[in-house]
């Protein structure tokens, strides 16, 4: 053997710090992309993102400074939370969060927002800890997927135009503190989630027609 101990040392250590690079560069050009995705994919008539979200930018963490962002560290464009409330924001669910990596939380209440929450949910933001669509004019049923978003603590539907029934796989949501889907044209049995749970009426309140625990029980057919 040619090879001795130190140029395998640093074939290896070369070969960690490559990876290391291509690694973190592909993160973070992930996030970039992220948010310009969701910059392309919404309406903004009032200009919120098109002032602030500047893309023409190369320092590290630029992203960071982006109204309604915030980093896991404010200088590296990695996004923890995004919170796009109340903007007047127009158009769909925005599919570009998927490229948002390591998202744990967003906010896109009280905006304008429609159409259905795309089935396949739990593969775009499957680490959010906290969801919030509150207060826009989303449509369709609940998909069942949201039970796969396995971290949530806060889930806030309240205020669209949801129709059919609660997906019952939603009591799976073990971290579930708050919930609400009051508002909207559900119908149907309530999930269940168990006798102690925090989750009371008030998050089912105007509705068409939901019934069971804590709502009144269902007329059995
Ligand atoms: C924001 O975008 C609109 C068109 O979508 C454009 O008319 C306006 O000039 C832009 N504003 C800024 C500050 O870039
Ligand atoms: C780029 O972003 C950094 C960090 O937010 C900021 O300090 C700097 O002014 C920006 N440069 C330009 C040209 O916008
Ligand atoms: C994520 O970003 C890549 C470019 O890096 C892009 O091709 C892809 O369409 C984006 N994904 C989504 C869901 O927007
Ligand atoms: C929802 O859509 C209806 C009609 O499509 C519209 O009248 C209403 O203003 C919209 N609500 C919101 C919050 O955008
Ligand atoms: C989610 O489903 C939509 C439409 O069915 C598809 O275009 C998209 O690529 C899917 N996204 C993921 C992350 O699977
Ligand atoms: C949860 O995810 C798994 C794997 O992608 C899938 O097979 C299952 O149908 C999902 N659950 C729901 C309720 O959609
Ligand atoms: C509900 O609370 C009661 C009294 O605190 C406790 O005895 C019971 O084990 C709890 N049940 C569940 C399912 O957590
Ligand atoms: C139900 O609707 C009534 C009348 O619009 C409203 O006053 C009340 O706050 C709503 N309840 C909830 C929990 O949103």
Redesign the pocket.
């Known amino acids: 053997m040619v090879l001795n101990g130190r140029p395998l040392t640093v074939l290896v250590v070369v070969s960690l710090w490559l990876l290391l690079i291509c690694g973190l560069s592909y993160g973070v050009q992930s996030d970039i992309d992220c948010l310009k995705g969701i910059k392309a994919e919404l309406e903004d008539p009032y200009g919120y993102l098109n002032t602030s979200w500047?893309f023409?930018?190369?320092?590290e963490?630029?992203?960071?400074?982006f109204t309604g962002i915030e980093c896991w560290h404010p200088d590296e464009n990695k996004v923890l939370n995004i919170r796009l409330s109340d903007m007047g924001l127009n158009g769909q669910f925005p599919g570009a969060i998927k490229n948002c990596t390591s998202l744990t939380g967003l906010d896109l209440s009280n905006n304008k927002l429609f159409g259905i929450i795309p089935q396949n949910i739990s593969h775009i933001i499957g680490y959010v800890t906290s969801l919030d669509l509150s207060s826009n004019n989303f449509s369709g049923e609940i998909p069942a997927d949201l039970s796969n978003c396995s971290y949530l603590n806060v889930l806030k539907l309240d205020h669209n135009r949801f129709t059919g029934q609660i997906p019952q796989q939603l009591s799976l949501l073990a971290r579930l503190k708050q919930f609400s889907v009051a508002n909207n044209l559900l119908t149907g049995p309530v999930p269940y989630f168990g006798p102690n749970s925090s989750i009371t009426a008030d998050s089912y309140a105007n509705n068409t027609g939901l019934c069971g625990f804590p709502l009144d029980p269902c007329q059995s057919a």
């Open positions: 500047n023409n930018n190369n320092t963490g630029f992203i960071c400074k």
